[in-house]
């Protein structure tokens, strides 16, 4: 069953937003929770990750400082809190369950249940 990803829009450069992602009709499973995000003509990139043993963190260095993944309490939906935001933030954003060792935490191809995206576009 596919992650569903929400919270997307269209605000101005310096603003906020925060995205969410939840797996329709079950908790997560896996290791872990990323957002990765595709802008137009680009290829996908890591955004940041939770993993649940310890709830650890990581995050692009684009995104360090600005962006902040969480999760709800039972593990239901993870949340990217964006602040600061920039034109170059604008792109699709995708949660994905990792189901990798640690080590392949910003690979893409170590995630599972992509969600169909949600377009998140910065004004100048």
């Known amino acids: 069953v596919q992650l569903q990803a929400s919270g997307g829009g269209l605000v101005q450069a310096g603003d906020s937003l925060r995205l969410s992602c939840a797996p329709s009709?079950?908790?997560?499973?896996?290791?872990?929770v990323g957002w990765f995000r595709q802008a137009p003509g680009k290829e996908r990139e890591f955004v940041a990750a939770?993993?649940?043993?310890?709830?650890?963190?990581y995050y692009a260095d684009s995104v360090k400082g600005r962006f902040t993944i969480s999760r709800a309490g039972a593990k239901n939906t993870v949340y990217l809190q964006m602040n600061s935001l920039k034109p170059e933030d604008t792109a699709v954003y995708y949660c994905?369950?990792?189901?990798?060792?640690?080590?392949?935490?910003?690979?893409?191809?170590?995630?599972?249940?992509w969600g169909q995206g949600t377009l998140v576009t910065v004004s100048s």
């Open positions: 939770i993993r649940w043993s310890g709830g650890y963190t």
């Open positions: 994905a369950e990792h189901r990798g060792i640690l080590s392949t935490i910003r690979v893409d191809t170590s995630y599972d249940y």
């Open positions: 009709g079950r908790t997560f499973s896996n290791n872990g």
